[in-house]
């Protein structure tokens, strides 16, 4: 009972660290696919914003400047909003242009937008909140009607008209974000330089390609996201310490008189120090199967409950790691108990009751 | 000193230190025990026979004196120096048996068998030995299956299993009826006449110290008599 107890301590702090990861590494994948799924060659951003801060906007006019360089094809702009935070976000587009840019939305039930009120949701948001085409739903304090459900993987879970969410904002004339799809991708460095020295813009602009602009979005920059890594890593280090210091030390008070029958048979003290690391490793071995079974676990809650608000994913190669890092965290945690073990005298062993 | 005796000891002394007392438990042992010998020793509780034996036993230093067993000068000899004689050179069966209760009986066998770093299957003579003492098909029970008279089997097979050259037994009767006791003492004696193991047997009881060959009786941590 103790020993199931430990491993169930263990596991929680490994599930912890693999939900962590996997919720970090989801967000980030679903952020590369949408943005891939915009179709554009490449993104330019607000006068000031980095690559994902949100709250700046430049002028929509922009978007028809953008449209007229040479090399481009198609030009539109975005304006964002958060729904939830920042995990779940909401884009007004101009439809038309959108849809020649991205090939248009899949959808898996309804359509376009009917109406300037009309919202069109992805099948994952549609999932989470139980939302079919026709139903009212209340978001950015305005009442929109769900026009269709859109397979994932375009730009947002969430997409109104570009005109209706620059009112609901109060943002008229402005836009958050401008694509740009291009005659031909390989021209895209040559345009940007165009860009860059165009003195209408005065160099202002953040201008990425899109390739590097999803490569770009990465755990590394996410501001205070591996820090926080690092604190829950941490904390895994911590909690799976003490559970097996604490459950090793009550083994070796429970097991003081087999300790005490080992040393009469002639058990060295690293004898009997093995035997309690290779419990204590057994507990971290076992904890951390466990954990990663909770972490599916867990997996299936968060992609039940929250697939568009927390795009949970499994991160294999993080199973090694949480193992060696409990399995540091166990071995640690059993040494006091372990030489406490071993420096039992026999004699006053033999004799607990 | 001789060199006859597998067991020896001259002018051993034990003091424990209880708090700031010093408690002398053995004020000047002399004792030899030949090598094939079954030494009773016997004497009221306080009289030193169980301090006596852990001492011989490697379980704790003297405090002075020489004693030697099987030709090992023990005052000299480190924890883990001790700790090796006990795995090498004694085997100890108790008064509470002693068993690893998690373990078969097979298995508490294995493991004397694994600490003396010798193979974990037992020689096929070693079954000779299960079937004298009538445990051989008991092998496969834990402890808590076994009757008291059946564990003290196991752990006198326990004891004998890495053939350490003195097994030393506290007390083995001392929690068994007599139907027991009597099954006991007859392996010891049949283990001393067939195979010559040197037997250290402390007892309370004056029938079960009739089956050694001689009997040391001990008070205030001296011996005052051997018959």
Same mark, same amino acid.
Request: charged share 20%.
């Given at each position: ?100 840019? /991205? ?68 943002? /008229? ?32 602009? %953040? ?19 591996? %820090? ?80 568009? /608000? ?44 | ?25 053995? !004020? ?6 030949? !090598? ?51 795995? !090498? ?13 998690? &373990? ?8 004397? =068998? ?15 030995? &299960? ?59 049949? &283990? ?34 051997? =018959?």
């Amino acid at each position: 009972m103790r020993s199931l107890l430990s491993i169930l301590l263990i596991g929680v702090p490994v599930t912890l660290i693999l939900c962590l990861v996997g919720l970090s590494r989801g967000f980030i994948e679903d952020s590369q696919r949408r943005a891939r799924g915009v179709g554009a060659d490449i993104l330019i951003r607000p006068k000031g914003s980095s690559m994902l801060s949100l709250g700046y906007s430049m002028p929509a006019a922009l978007v028809d400047y953008f449209r007229q360089q040479s090399h481009v094809q198609i030009a539109t702009g975005v304006l964002n909003a958060t729904v939830e935070g920042v995990t779940l976000g909401a884009s007004g587009v101009d439809p038309k242009a959108f849809a020649e840019m /991205s090939g248009g939305f899949v959808f898996r039930s309804g359509g376009m937008f009917q109406g300037p009120d009309d919202v069109i949701i992805d099948d994952y948001y549609a999932d989470q909140k139980k939302y079919r085409p026709g139903d009212k739903i209340k978001m950015l304090n305005h009442e929109w009607r769900v026009s269709g459900i859109m397979e994932s993987g375009k730009l947002s879970h969430i997409v109104v008209p570009l005109a209706t969410m620059q009112e609901v904002k109060g943002e /008229s004339g402005k836009v958050s974000q401008i694509y740009l799809k291009l005659d031909n991708p390989a021209n895209t460095k040559a345009v940007i330089d165009a860009l860059n020295h165009d003195p209408k813009l005065g160099g202002d602009y %953040p201008i990425y390609p899109m390739e590097e602009y999803t490569s770009l979005l990465s755990v590394n920059n996410i501001p205070g996201l591996k %820090p926080f890594t690092y604190v829950i890593v941490g904390i895994g280090v911590v909690i799976g310490f003490a559970v097996v210091c604490l459950s090793m030390y009550m083994a070796v008070l429970q097991r003081t008189r087999e300790i005490g029958i080992l040393k009469s048979l002639g058990a060295s003290k690293p004898f009997i120090l093995r035997i309690i690391l290779t419990e204590a490793l057994m507990l971290g071995a076992g904890g951390t199967i466990l954990g990663i079974l909770m972490s599916y676990g867990a997996y299936w809650l968060i992609r039940t409950l929250v697939p568009a /608000s927390f795009p949970m994913i499994i991160v294999h190669e993080w199973w090694p790691i949480a193992g060696a890092i409990t399995l540091v965290a166990t071995g640690l945690g059993a040494l006091y108990p372990g030489f406490s073990a071993a420096a039992h005298d026999p004699i006053e062993a033999l004799a607990y009751e | 000193m001789s060199e006859t005796g597998i067991i020896e000891i001259r002018g051993l002394h034990k003091t424990y230190r209880v708090g700031r007392v010093d408690v002398p438990a053995l !004020r000047g042992v002399d004792l030899t025990v030949g !090598r094939g010998e079954f030494l009773s020793i016997v004497g009221p509780s306080g009289s030193g026979k169980s301090t006596l034996f852990h001492i011989i036993g490697g379980l704790t230093p003297p405090t002075s004196g020489e004693v030697r067993v099987d030709g090992q000068d023990l005052s000299a000899l480190s924890d883990a120096g001790r700790t090796l004689m006990r795995k !090498r050179t004694v085997g100890f069966v108790f008064q509470k048996f002693n068993l690893l209760p998690n &373990l078969t009986a097979r298995d508490n066998i294995a493991v004397a =068998r694994h600490i003396a770093g010798l193979d974990h299957k037992p020689a096929r003579e070693f079954d000779e030995v &299960l079937n004298l003492l009538g445990i051989a098909h008991r092998l496969d029970h834990k402890p808590a299956a076994l009757s008291g008279g059946e564990q003290q089997r196991v752990a006198i097979a326990r004891a004998i299993v890495k053939h350490p050259a003195i097994l030393l037994a506290d007390e083995p009767t001392g929690n068994l009826d007599t139907e027991n006791s009597r099954a006991v003492l007859e392996v010891l004696r049949d &283990l001393n006449q067939r195979l010559g193991q040197t037997i250290l047997m402390i007892t309370h009881n004056p029938e079960a110290a009739e089956y050694g060959h001689s009997t040391v009786h001990m008070r205030d941590g001296r011996i005052v008599e051997r =018959r």
